[in-house]
């Protein structure tokens, strides 16, 4: 017999499930979009500084120019890690797990997954004051 450890904080039933996967397949898109953007962003910097001769050591915009460039880079990274953390909460739901901390095994309160959906602890685990 299969156990269904699906968060009851969540709802076990089919419509349940199916306002989650709605919910975190609208954060995957979302993402993907913020990912596409980015990368339009970084690509555009690049390009522009490739028409330009840039000495980032003696011109003054330089700085703000490479600033640009590794703060976009770090945002895009941002993004696709995120992108991996819905994935992962997408095959935690097909498996029963999503909404169960992986801490300590209760269930993740919903306020938390609705304003993290691919959150994978409780508060309380996530302040590190859980078991």
Same mark, same amino acid.
């Given at each position: 017999m299969e156990v269904n450890t699906f968060s009851p !904080?969540? +709802?076990d039933g089919p419509g349940d499930r199916i306002s989650v996967r709605e919910r =975190?397949? @609208?954060e995957r898109r979302d993402t993907e979009a913020r990912i596409a953007a980015l990368h339009g962003d970084?690509? @555009?910097?690049?390009e522009a500084? !490739? =028409?330009? %001769?840039v000495d980032d050591e003696h011109d003054? /915009? +330089?700085s703000s120019t490479a600033f640009e460039r590794a703060h976009t880079a770090s945002? =895009? @990274?941002r993004a696709r890690d995120h992108l991996a953390e819905v994935d992962r %909460? =997408? /095959?935690r739901l097909e498996r029963g797990d999503y909404g169960r901390c992986e801490r300590c095994r209760e269930p993740i309160p919903p306020g938390r997954l609705e304003v993290r959906p691919a959150a994978t602890t409780c508060v309380r685990? !996530?302040?590190g004051t859980g078991r």
């Open positions: !904080a969540v +709802g =975190l397949d @609208a970084f690509d @555009a910097i690049v500084n !490739a =028409l330009v %001769a003054p /915009e +330089g945002l =895009l @990274a %909460a =997408l /095959e685990c !996530a302040a």
